[in-house]
């Protein structure tokens, strides 16, 4: 090895040792007869002191290096002066006095400085450069702490009795979910495999094949538009178990987060990983989709604040103002959320979150600002003073307070409060950015009716079963039958979902055909399954909890490309590789394929 220690290592115990380091130069700082170098490793930094009394040569040596040098060092630790300890370094107590300096290799300018934050410089320039931009220590502490958080997940279920199962990378196209990836055959001409976008069924056929705990650390593809938390290939636990129960697997995951949680905010030096967090509550809250919806105006509700949502419907139903009695007799509902101290909101800052309900689909935001003289709303003058009295009392309004209202259908009304709800309490500052606070989400929908297909969809996949007192409405009332799906929700985050599984065939069938899917297309896109079902298929289910995302959340990151060692952009460019990229004609031949230009 080039080296003896990391630059992350040395402390006082090391002082009087010779050491061997080597690393990236961070920082060069020329005294005259003093040189040092800030030396960088992935581990941490260490300052180097190179003397051109004591050592000419390296003195010497270190006067040609400048930032991101590949340099080794062999010198002696010792122990820094009085006053001249740095405590924001793990290694600021001590330095090296350099005997020898090497420059193992040398570096062009960089296109930006890696000591520096990162926060100035455009995320496509760190795209293009990301074996740059990986070099920074806020990046490498966000890959080190995913290899953790990896490692502890694999630890745990080990324990756990799980066996790791690779699935296959090139599978079957099936239309239900998002966009496949899709990768033609040479061998087979015409003919297309598709990327995964989870290993749903193969996870499936490992139950019937008998292995009953598995887990997979799975990449998966999906070919939709992009966000903040989201890219087309990713990274996920997928997780399933044979004769269990929706319990079981609560408990499991539970479980093994509680643990990871508590495992990471300890010190490193006891195997955690020094991060500021903790959690809100254990156990886990639990919701049904309807409570959360009704509550906080979205599926995946951050409970680290209050701001829930109030329904008004019971005391506006007969009101004389239009816009809330329409609302009512067209069977939506009226909601309200109390901003508290925003009654002096001035009408840009009320406009602006007007905008935020129109994109939710509700058209119009009705405001109360509650004042020591008066409540002051347009809507006033239109609503009896019992009917403001009874909005006041059951919304706990107080002097200075913002009531925000909203009417129209159930869940765009709620959305749309929900969406209010979350940008409140970050104007707030509501949110405590060191409390991890996970929930349990439960009951979804099963089916959603799709307006342009008109038909049946899944909401999660057609692979979950019915709530079993749902059954029965799946040919008589199909969108009122629940699912045994869950899911667990963080800090407003979807970090995974899951479901209990049809493990009969009747059962799956009939789900096709409810889906629209008749038997002849049952019998191609999934026939393996089908078939599958009929040879002892045992009660099983899983979930598929999202790596990066899970690792968003405990890094502190608002962006998952923060977290992903080779992320693309918001359009699905890879800027380093400049992917995707036109191929050869004699590649497109071998595959008999030929690129049409768009007419436009």
């Known amino acids: 090895m080039l080296k003896t220690n990391t630059c992350g290592e040395l402390r006082l115990k090391h002082v009087g040792q010779k050491v061997v380091l080597a690393g990236w130069v961070h920082r060069q700082r020329d005294h005259g007869g003093l040189i040092f170098l800030d030396l960088r490793d992935r581990e941490g930094i260490t300052q180097v002191v190179c003397d051109s009394e004591r050592a000419p040569q390296a003195h010497q040596v270190a006067a040609q290096a400048r930032s991101e040098y590949v340099v080794q060092v062999i010198g002696t630790v010792r122990a820094r002066p009085e006053g001249l300890r740095n405590p924001n370094l793990a290694t600021g107590d001590v330095e090296v006095l350099a ?23 455009s995320e496509p320039l760190r795209l293009k450069y990301r ?61 297309f495999y598709a990327l995964p976008q989870s290993p749903q069924q193969l996870k499936q056929l490992l139950m019937v094949a008998g292995y009953e705990k598995y887990f997979q650390i799975a990449r998966c593809f999906r070919d939709e538009d992009l966000r903040a938390d989201r890219q087309p290939e990713f990274t996920q636990l997928d997780l399933e178990m044979s004769f269990v129960e929706r319990e079981d697997i609560l408990q499991l995951i539970e479980g093994l987060f509680t643990a990871l949680v508590q495992k990471m905010a300890e010190p490193k030096e006891r195997g955690g990983f020094d991060l500021n967090i903790r959690l809100m509550q254990t156990p886990f809250p639990r919701l049904t989709y309807r409570e959360a919806m009704d509550r906080f105006g979205t599926d995946k509700p951050d409970l680290r604040f209050g701001l829930e949502l109030v329904d008004l419907t019971d005391l506006l139903r007969e009101s004389s103002f239009q816009v809330f009695r329409k609302a009512v007799e067209e069977g939506g509902v009226v909601r309200g959320l109390r901003a508290p101290g925003c009654a002096g909101y001035s009408r840009r800052q009320v406009d602006e979150l007007a905008v935020l309900t129109r994109h939710h689909g509700v058209a119009g935001l009705v405001t109360f600002a509650v004042t020591a003289e008066e409540v002051r709303s347009s809507a006033a003058k239109f609503l009896t003073e019992g009917e403001v009295e009874g909005i006041l009392r059951r919304m706990g309004a107080q002097e200075g307070d913002l009531l925000l209202l909203a009417a129209g259908p159930w869940k765009e009304s709620a959305e749309a409060l929900g969406a209010l709800r979350v940008e409140i309490g970050e104007r707030l500052g509501l949110r405590d950015d060191s409390l991890i606070a996970f929930a349990w989400v439960l009951e979804f929908p099963l089916l959603e009716w799709d307006a342009d297909e008109q038909r049946w969809t899944a909401v999660h996949h057609p692979f979950t079963a019915a709530m079993p007192e749902d059954w029965d409405l799946l040919e008589t009332d199909p969108g009122r039958a629940r699912a045994q799906a869950y899911d667990l929700v963080a800090n407003g985050l979807e970090i995974g979902g899951g479901s209990i599984r049809i493990h009969r065939r009747d059962l799956q069938a009939r789900m096709f055909r409810v889906l629209g899917i008749d038997e002849e297309s049952a019998r191609a896109q999934f026939g393996h399954l089908l078939e599958a079902l009929e040879y002892g298929a045992p009660p099983h289910g899983g979930i598929a909890p999202g790596i990066d995302r899970l690792v968003m959340l405990l890094a502190g990151e608002h962006n998952i490309r923060e977290v992903v060692a080779f992320p693309k952009t918001q359009s699905a460019v890879d800027l380093m590789m400049d992917a995707p990229s036109p191929v050869s004609e004699r590649q497109l031949r071998e595959l008999h394929l030929r690129v049409v230009e768009d007419e436009d």
């Open 99 to 121: 005997e020898q300096v090497v420059i193992l290799n040398p570096s062009k300018t960089p296109p930006f400085y890696i000591a520096d934050g990162g926060d100035e410089v």
């Open 131 to 191: 074996y740059l931009d990986l070099r920074r220590p806020a990046m490498q502490r966000n890959i080190l702490l995913r290899h953790r958080i990896v490692k502890f997940i694999r630890d745990y279920l080990d324990a756990q009795g799980f066996v790791e199962i690779e699935t296959p990378i090139l599978i079957k196209s099936t239309p239900e979910g998002a966009r496949d990836y899709l990768v033609p055959s040479r061998l087979h001409p015409g003919k």
